[in-house]
């Protein structure tokens, strides 16, 4: 039991807990509370679930499409601030044609699409 609730954490901990209050119990209301404190344990694990599936919804798988292309507008503007101006180690070329465009793009997209997703979220309220 402790190394179960050493490895599973608080709430492993807490229903392990409620359920020896729950055997130890001798009289009806001790068994009541044991049973309300596991009932309030295994609601409290359902919201945590509920909360992590509502995130990946909302957040999205880390690899799509739209993801991709901010990544790889992220290496080059990391590698065009971070090493080359503030480090001063090198220099890369500056994005011409179709490249500057696509790159412009990506950026404004995550910029605007944050602001119509709050714009959003309080007129919905």
Not at 27 to 36: F, Q
Not at 90 to 105: D, K, Q, R, Y
């Amino acid at each position: 039991m402790t190394i179960l609730g050493f490895l599973g954490g608080p709430v492993i901990k807490g229903l392990i807990d409620a359920y020896q209050a729950k055997l130890a119990a001798g009289n009806t209301d001790a068994k009541i509370a044991a049973d309300l404190a596991a009932g309030e344990i295994a609601a409290q694990m359902s919201e945590d679930r509920e909360r992590e599936a509502t995130k990946r919804a909302e957040i999205g798988h880390p690899w799509e499409v739209e993801k991709l292309f901010a990544y790889v507008v992220l290496v080059y503007f990391a590698k065009l601030l971070i090493w080359d101006k503030v480090l001063g180690l090198g220099t890369t070329e500056p994005l011409a044609g179709f490249a500057a465009m696509t790159a412009t793009a990506v950026v404004s997209f995550y910029f605007v699409k944050r602001t119509f997703e709050n714009v959003a979220r309080i007129i919905r309220r």
